[in-house]
């Protein structure tokens, strides 16, 4: 299944597989690319639902260190939290738990397709646990959306 997100990006999500992908999320300057996702502020206004805020408590984007953010919409509150395995220029890999199950981790791989003149193309990959595919509130809900 590849629904749309509010933004165009097609996520897909074959439902044998805990497999999530969306491959081609973002054409930006490279450099500008990879701040995207360890920079705070702009990792804040570019992850979660165009429909709700996010509010971060906890960035620290170095190998080894960690994550912690909300998805918040009126009293509704969701928070997840991970650990940063590998930050590069090119590449960011990380684990992601929706604290609503929190025996269900995804592994996260985002990578930085160099196009040649300057840009890079976001692509994502998310492996989930059997327990984090089932639960309403992890991406794998995304594949109903």
């Known amino acids: 299944m590849s629904p749309s997100t509010g933004t165009g990006v097609r996520i897909t999500a074959d439902p044998k597989l805990p497999v999530i992908t969306a491959?081609?999320?973002?054409?930006?300057?490279?450099?500008?690319?990879?701040?995207?996702?360890?920079?705070?502020?702009?990792?804040?206004?570019?992850?979660?639902?165009?429909?709700?805020?996010?509010?971060?408590?906890?960035?620290?984007?170095?190998?080894g260190d960690s994550w912690t953010f909300s998805n918040l919409r009126g009293g509704e509150r969701h928070s997840f939290r991970g650990c940063f395995h590998e930050v590069r220029p090119d590449r960011l890999v990380q684990t992601f738990t929706y604290l609503g199950d929190p025996d269900g981790v995804a592994l996260e791989t985002l990578?930085?397709?160099?196009?040649?003149?300057?840009?890079?193309?976001?692509?994502?990959?998310?492996l989930e646990t059997a327990s984090r595919a089932s639960t309403p509130g992890s991406p794998a809900a995304w594949r109903a959306a």
């Open 23 to 63: 491959p081609g999320t973002a054409t930006r300057r490279r450099r500008s690319s990879s701040a995207r996702t360890s920079t705070r502020t702009l990792y804040a206004r570019w992850v979660g639902p165009a429909h709700m805020t996010t509010d971060i408590d906890h960035w620290d984007a170095r190998s």
């Open 111 to 126: 990578t930085f397709e160099d196009l040649g003149d300057g840009r890079s193309r976001l692509h994502t990959r998310m």
